[in-house]
């Protein structure tokens, strides 16, 4: 179980994260640090892409309450358009 | 292999080159002496990057807020064949006593963690990152912590990993929290575990409700259980594919700074000496007689560096300084009255730093070749000792010969002052009242006999009507 954990959180590592950085030290930064830092950035991509669609998102919504009276808006906003 | 024996201090006054046997762990420079000279190697593998550090306009900036340690540039040639391939040599002040981080109290280690995030933070934004987070780089001018390295600066590279994360845990943060979740000093653990404490140890001792918070499951929980991952396919991704993106760095130190300067002790109640001063047999007008006799023995001996045995809350480190000593360094176990006087040091910006001791067990020499951290003797250089109310709590208190208290004592330093608590105080009646009295030569008399068989006795004076007397001492020249 813990195991099967483990690798999903690896697994999800590797995919929300693309390219490497060239990175040369003296010090093991440990596979704990590098796994939790990988989960951090994999969450931040998240983060950020939810942030980006948000607005879609509350707009779609906000659509869908209002969308009768909107229809109506258009309507006679696109008559008076074209009068 | 052959691993080549740590050079040790020969004769300190010789201008002969000897590499400082601490400093080993990164090739791209190490640590030489020159006499009294602390200088710094940079090797070619470290010399693009520091080039660049060079150029980022960082250092100075640091230098000039006292968040970094100065350094001037200064000939190869001063360190002859020792030199062995280097591109610079930087020189550095010598510091007046190196402290490590299992002698801090609580709010030094909370201030060191402080200011290495705040170095990662300002360097990152000139491009600029940190190949590590030792805590043993950090080192105090009086209550202020200075970064000591400057070559832990490295350039950065967008995308690059946090690569000090797991040593910033376990050498800043989960020593902080043992002491913030659990009240439990840091001290002790710290001292048999230099490199600090591990997140699967620390992660082991947490309940459950405490692994809820975001903050405690990723640095400790995650970490600590993916530390045992072995898996080398992963450990070969992570080295090749993964990158760690610029903001997310920033915002996971950000984070951790916001969390670490929120911890306080988790203490229980105040600890024994926290509230002495108010408390015990001391009356104001014995305090202020003590404080004079010091302020008069500084004035006197002009001292650069005093050490102050049983500091408690520092008064007469404060005293000392105040009548012209440089620097104040206190010792003592409570980790209450340390807490209080190393707030005070930092209110009112004093040449004092407070660290932990347990005089009947100083912290040894260490590390590798047990000379990569040094002992208390071994970084002993006092021009002058202060024991007020000490002795009796060592002699009595922990059944050390009075003869063996005042060798020690003396040998710390080449004068000094020392307070005599005789067996009719109230505190010495306290220590004894649960047990039998095996202290027969526990009196003044042989008190001064000991003094007298090590030192000169060049002022001494009653301090209390329960007999209380301090002696201005000043050790024979060795001939």
Not at chain 1, 47 to 54: I, K, M, N, Q
Not at chain 2, 95 to 113: K, N, V
Not at chain 2, 179 to 200: D, K, L, T
Request: hydrophobic residues 45%.
């Amino acid at each position: 179980m813990v195991q099967r954990r483990r690798a999903v959180v690896i697994w999800l590592a590797i995919q929300l994260t693309i390219f490497s950085a060239a990175a040369h030290a003296y010090l093991d930064p440990g596979t704990g640090s590098i796994l939790v830092q990988s989960f951090l950035a994999g969450v931040a991509g998240a983060v950020a892409v939810v942030s980006l669609y948000w607005r879609r998102v509350k707009d779609f919504f906000a659509n869908l309450r209002k969308s009768p009276r909107d229809t109506r808006d258009r309507a006679s906003s696109s008559r008076s358009d074209g009068s | 292999m052959t691993v080549q024996a740590p050079l040790e201090a020969t004769d300190p006054d010789s201008s002969a080159v000897r590499a400082e046997p601490g400093s080993f762990r990164d090739p791209g420079g190490r640590i030489y002496w020159s006499g009294e000279r602390v200088l710094r190697t940079v090797m070619p593998s470290a010399a693009e990057d520091f080039d660049y550090v060079e150029s980022s306009g960082l250092i100075p900036s640091l230098v000039e807020r006292g968040m970094l340690i100065p350094q001037t540039h200064q000939s190869l040639e001063l360190l002859g064949e020792a030199a062995n391939g280097a591109v610079y040599l930087l020189e550095h002040p010598r510091l007046d006593f190196i402290s490590h981080p299992y002698e801090w109290p609580f709010r030094a280690l909370q201030a060191a963690a402080l200011l290495q995030l705040d170095l990662y933070l300002e360097a990152i934004e000139r491009g600029v990152t940190l190949s590590d987070a030792t805590a043993y780089n950090i080192q105090f001018d009086g209550a202020r912590p200075l970064f000591i390295d400057r070559l832990s600066f490295r350039r950065y590279v967008d995308g690059q990993f946090w690569l000090g994360h797991r040593q910033f845990c376990e050498q800043f943060l989960n020593p902080l929290l043992l002491r913030s979740m659990f009240g439990i000093p840091h001290n002790a653990w710290y001292r048999g575990s230099p490199e600090g404490i591990g997140a699967a140890e620390l992660s082991a001792l947490l309940p459950l409700r405490r692994k809820f918070s975001w903050r405690v499951l990723t640095n400790v929980v995650m970490q600590g259980s993916l530390q045992q991952t072995r898996s080398s396919d992963a450990r070969k991704a992570v080295a090749s594919k993964l990158r760690f993106p610029k903001p997310a760095f920033v915002r996971m130190l950000r984070g951790l700074r916001t969390w670490i300067e929120s911890l306080h002790p988790a203490d229980r109640r105040p600890s024994t000496w926290q509230d002495y001063a108010g408390r015990n047999s001391y009356r104001d007008t014995e305090a202020e007689a003590k404080r004079k006799f010091v302020a008069r023995f500084v004035g006197e001996h002009r001292p650069g560096i005093v050490w102050d045995i049983g500091c408690n809350t520092g008064d007469y480190s404060v005293a000392a300084l105040q009548s012209g000593a440089r620097r104040a360094i206190g010792f003592d176990f409570d980790q209450g009255a340390l807490d209080l006087a190393f707030d005070r040091a930092r209110t009112e910006r004093l040449a004092f730093l407070p660290l932990f001791l347990d005089v009947t067990n100083p912290a040894p020499d260490q590390g590798w070749g047990q000379v990569e951290r040094r002992g208390l003797q071994a970084r002993a250089r006092a021009d002058a000792v202060l024991a007020l109310a000490l002795v009796h709590h060592i002699a009595i208190g922990k059944n050390v010969p009075l003869a063996a208290v005042v060798s020690w004592l003396t040998e710390l330093a080449p004068r000094g002052v020392v307070e005599f608590v005789p067996k009719s105080d109230p505190m010495v009646v306290e220590l004894l009242s649960l047990r039998e009295d095996i202290f027969p030569d526990y009196n003044e008399e042989h008190f001064v006999q000991c003094l007298q068989q090590r030192a000169r006795i060049v002022a001494s004076e009653a301090v209390s009507a329960s007999g209380r007397k301090l002696f201005a001492f000043e050790r024979a020249p060795v001939i």
